[in-house]
């Protein structure tokens, strides 16, 4: 498991915009959204399945007013 400095933040879900955690299970890494369930597939290191996460997530965007 990498140290909170070395680990890629990992971007809110797409879905709900939960926060995403980290799972660990049966030597495997994936990234969870715990209030809605989503989430990315597993791999052997922990830094792929958070970019996995994080290539879904596109960053977040200041709201935007259209004016009409």
Do not use: H
């Amino acid at each position: 498991v990498m140290s909170g400095e070395q680990q890629e933040r990992l971007r809110p879900c797409p879905f709900c915009g939960g926060e995403p955690k980290v799972v660990l299970a049966y030597g495997t890494f994936s990234v969870e959204c715990a209030p809605c369930g989503a989430e990315a597939g597993w791999s052997d290191v922990e830094a792929e399945a958070t970019a996995s996460w994080n290539r879904r997530t596109p960053e977040a965007q200041p709201e935007q007013r259209i004016e009409e």
